[in-house]
């Protein structure tokens, strides 16, 4: 064996090309059958291999709407093991999405068990649910048995499998699709059959229609689940027109009344592949987190109809306000996108618009008109070549019952016969001319073969008269469908006849036919001041030396004694009410917002303000203060290093804060105070005071901002801003307020180095 390998005449001739040519060269082929053959759809049936294999097999195994059901294990495994390759559990995922009608507009797939449900729970295993088509899986199939598409060979060329299906319907619109290849997507909402109908008429009585024309019969997608789509009809038109777009999708609802002024929001329809239970979750998180103060509870009273509950946490809050910050915050509104890319006449991949859409179904329609009529004829004329033999065999009823009696070879005998000299036997009746051209007078094999066939119980006046009356029917549809090959109007007009019947079974009187998804104006929706959304209340805001925030109720005496955790001690209490939003300043240079209606309450110690906040363990807090809009504060750090920053500019929005002043290690942040008065006066460790104008500080939304005042040993200890008339005040070591009002020795340029503090300045170097 090792010899036959080291033997050089053995090896496979080696071929050697550039390895960029040769990974281009594979990728595009790889690319292409991605493209073609499993993630973009056909625009004649609006269906991908895998969903096409799945229906076609269902047919083979005779599962029709109106028949029994089958395990979707067998289902499956027959396309696997017949026309479709892959993995079984794709297969089955693939099928089961058929037979969701939240899924699917209309399902193409009847399943009996569990296949799943809103809530985005998976389907029981193939082995427990059954499944057969639907009336709409067989109006896709319809016309298979009469050559109205083509076909080709299966994966290893032992079976065959159609190519497209007949589509009775325009089911690329009806159900929409969905895909990602190589390169490129498509993204296809569903829409009314009754409507894609009337549209597709129109287009066959007006050719040259515009696209704007088409959305009188077809405003908008029409999606399972319901819902309210709030685009503008402009965004719309302009969406259809170009094949790329998106809507905006909303969840519909009604305000439940509760009696004396209470009330709740009652969620009946979720916005289309939003998921139940993950809404639920969201929903409850932003509750958690405060993201919507106004909302107080939800729940789900959903049984086989949607029911979600939204609690308001004040009955004096607008429905539609609370709405509106759910929209924001939810995925009760959501932009579902409009990519219809798909493959024209099943090879070439383009972005096409509604109109075009149309077109190809409705030119896939006449294609599959034709090629039946023309089966149709075919068949009529083998059947009219079988008629026209038995009326000759009933008009020489004695000669050929002589000749099967008598003859060795009669079937020899009947073709060899000459029956044109005979056939003066017939009366006024057989001035009949055959459809079949013939040269001789003779039957043919054919016709030989269904005379021999033919039961004796069949020789009767009644079954001549019967023959007939077929032979003339068949001659006049025959002629009908001549007529109808020969003129493209008549060929229209059928089309627009089927489509007129598909439309009575699948419209408006359907079970499921009517539209489920409205239309209305977005509205805008405005930021809403808290105050609007909550009860105003008074409440005493306490925090302690450790961290540890609540709130009180009422304004009670801040010089009462209150509860603490061992070891701690107040640190911050003051006056609030419910609507406030409270500030919080790190010594990290961050601030913090807090919702006032949100802090923990007074029964027990309160929260950690770090868990309510993501304030670092390293960071301490600097000051607590109530939010005044229009206010500005002055902000500095241990380094001596501040500026002017207006209150607006610092409400975070998340619990991560918003960073203001910047610092550089080991520098913190060291004040924050209210700016008020013209000047600034700044005090050091070194107890060292300097007094400036306010006009020197620069007024910054963040920074590190500009030197306050100069030390050689030390820092900044505290800054206040204050009236130069009015003088600076402090408080003594006894607790007694005093106002210096000549300032003459402190005054100075901003980052000086000042003088020495006044005499009975506090040890603590601060002002209050």
């Not at 029994?68 to 892959?86: L, T």
């Not at 029964?603 to 229009?630: C, F, Q, S, W, Y």
């Amino acid at each position: 064996m090792s010899d036959l390998v080291d033997d050089p005449n053995m090896m496979p001739e080696a071929t050697s090309e550039p390895l960029r040519r040769a990974i281009g060269e594979r990728y595009l082929t790889y690319a292409l059958s991605t493209i073609m053959h499993r993630a973009l759809p056909d625009a004649r049936d609006g269906l991908k291999p895998v969903h096409r294999r799945i229906l076609y097999a269902m047919r083979e195994l005779r599962l029709s709407s109106s028949g029994g059901f089958r395990k979707s294990a067998k289902i499956s495994g027959d396309v696997m093991g017949n026309y479709h390759p892959h993995g079984d559990a794709a297969i089955y995922d693939a099928m089961a999405r058929l037979a969701q009608d939240f899924a699917v507009r209309y399902p193409l797939v009847d399943g009996q068990g569990n296949f799943g449900n809103i809530d985005g729970d998976n389907p029981a295993a193939s082995r427990y649910t059954e499944a057969r088509m639907t009336p709409f899986a067989e109006a896709l199939l319809d016309g298979l048995a009469e050559d109205a598409v083509d076909y080709r060979d299966n994966y290893d060329g032992t079976l065959r499998e159609p190519v497209v299906l007949p589509a009775a319907f325009p089911n690329l619109l009806a159900n929409g699709s969905s895909g990602i290849a190589v390169g490129m997507a498509t993204n296809i909402p569903p829409h009314n059959i009754s409507e894609l109908i009337d549209a597709c008429i129109h287009l066959i009585k007006t050719p040259d229609a515009r696209d704007d024309t088409l959305l009188n019969y077809i405003p908008g997608p029409d999606f399972p689940t319901g819902g309210v789509i709030v685009e503008p009809p402009e965004s719309i038109a302009q969406a259809y027109r170009t094949g790329r777009g998106a809507f905006r999708l909303r969840c519909r609802y009604e305000v439940e009344d509760l009696g004396r002024g209470q009330w709740q929001i009652v969620i009946t329809e979720i916005p289309y592949q939003v998921q139940k239970s993950k809404l639920i979750e969201r929903i409850a998180e932003l509750i958690q987190t405060r993201k919507v103060p106004v909302l107080a509870d939800v729940r789900d009273e959903s049984t086989d109809d949607v029911r979600l509950i939204l609690e308001p946490r004040s009955k004096n809050v607008d429905p539609e306000v609370l709405m509106g910050l759910m929209y924001r915050n939810s995925d009760l509104e959501l932009r579902f996108s409009l990519n219809m890319n798909v493959l024209v006449d099943g090879v070439t991949p383009r972005v096409c618009s509604l109109k075009e859409v149309l077109r190809a179904f409705l030119d896939f329609r006449q294609e599959v008109l034709l090629r039946r009529s023309q089966h149709r004829m075919e068949k009529i004329d083998r059947r009219l070549e079988v008629l026209e033999g038995l009326i000759v065999a009933f008009l020489n009823l004695d000669r050929v019952i002589d000749i099967i009696r008598y003859d060795d070879e009669p079937k020899a005998a009947l073709m060899r016969e000459d029956w044109g000299r005979t056939f003066v036997r017939a009366t006024s009746e057989a001035d009949y001319v055959s459809p079949v051209a013939s040269d001789e007078d003779g039957l043919t094999e054919v016709q030989t073969e269904a005379i021999l066939n033919m039961r004796l119980r069949s020789l009767r006046r009644l079954e001549e008269m019967e023959l007939r009356r077929e032979r003339d029917a068949l001659m006049e549809e025959r002629a009908g469908l001549e007529d109808l090959l020969d003129d493209a109007a008549l060929q229209w007009a059928a089309v627009s006849d089927q489509l007129r019947e598909v439309k009575k079974t699948f419209g408006k009187d359907h079970p499921i036919g009517a539209r489920r998804t409205g239309f209305a104006e977005a509205g805008k929706i405005e930021e809403v001041p808290l105050e609007a959304m909550i009860d105003r209340e008074p409440i005493t805001v306490v925090c302690s030396q450790m961290g540890w925030i609540r709130a009180l109720t009422g304004h009670i005496d801040l010089n009462r004694e209150l509860k603490f955790k061992d070891g701690d001690a107040p640190r911050f209490m003051f006056h609030a009410e419910t609507t406030d939003r409270i500030l919080v300043f790190g010594s990290n240079g961050r601030f913090y917002t807090l919702s006032a209606a949100n802090l923990p309450g007074g029964r027990g110690m309160g929260e950690p303000l770090r868990l309510i906040v993501d304030l670092p363990n390293e960071a301490g807090i600097v000051d607590l203060l109530i939010h005044k809009p229009g206010r500005k504060l002055l902000v500095a750090s241990s380094a001596g290093d501040g500026f002017v920053v207006p209150e607006n500019e610092i409400v975070a929005q998340t619990r991560n804060g918003k960073q203001v002043l910047n610092l550089r290690s080991p520098a913190r942040a060291q004040v924050c105070k209210p700016v008020s008065g013209d000047h600034v006066a700044c005090v050091g460790e070194n107890r060292k005071v300097l007094v400036f104008g306010l006009d020197e500080l620069p007024e910054l939304t963040r920074g590190k901002g500009v030197r306050l005042q100069r030390y050689k040993d030390g820092g900044l200890s505290d800054a206040a801003t204050f009236t130069l008339a009015d003088g600076l005040s402090w408080r003594d070591p006894a607790g007694r307020t005093r106002t210096e009002t000549d300032l003459t020795e402190w005054q100075g340029k901003r980052a000086g180095t000042g003088r020495m503090a006044p005499r009975g300045f506090p040890r603590d170097n601060r002002f209050t």
